[in-house]
């Protein structure tokens, strides 16, 4: 990958991460403000959210900016995107952005499930006994280019 197209695809992947980290923050905000019910889990779920998506937004600045160390936050910052579970009453979902996601319910008998979720977040107490895991492919394609990204960042800058 050239230097040039390096930089405008860690561009994209930058401004990609800094919409979906405003979208959660908007929603997890949102919850706060909103929900008059406050409880551990309410507190916890909403300082998660605020968390990971002030991270989705810090990283997605440091990307945008081309750098390698933007290159590698945004790998860890996939790293939390890629994988979705629910298992024995705790769940955890965090999709700042399009997911994609498959993977097996092991709740009765084996099942594959596929799903396209859009920006959202859960994390905490669930109501079910469910074991449910899923990957999130969009992360797991973002990954595969962040190499690729990197090597063009650390090309010559001319060619």
Do not use: W
């Not at 990283?59 to 790293?79: D, E, S, V």
């Not at 979705?84 to 319910?105: A, Q, R």
């Not at 092991?106 to 959202?120: D, N, Q, S």
Request: hydrophobic share 50%; with cysteine.
């Amino acid at each position: 990958m050239t230097y040039k197209a390096a930089k405008n695809l860690s561009k994209v992947i930058g401004a990609y991460q800094i919409v979906g980290g405003l979208i959660i923050l908007i929603l997890g905000l949102n919850q706060l403000f909103f929900n008059f019910s406050v409880n551990v889990f309410f507190v916890f779920y909403t300082l998660s959210a605020i968390g990971l998506s002030s991270l989705s937004i810090y990283t997605g600045i440091k990307c945008y900016q081309a750098t390698c160390f933007g290159i590698n936050l945004t790998f860890y910052n996939q790293i939390i995107q890629f994988l979705h579970f629910i298992v024995l009453g705790f769940e955890y979902l965090y999709n700042p952005g399009l997911g994609l996601f498959i993977g097996l319910d092991f709740t009765r008998e084996v099942v594959f499930l596929h799903k396209l979720i859009l920006p959202y977040i859960k994390i905490g107490k669930e109501n079910s006994n469910e074991i449910v895991i899923l990957i999130n492919l969009l992360p797991l394609f973002i990954i595969l280019l962040l190499d690729s990204i990197n090597k063009g960042l650390k090309s010559s800058h001319g060619s």
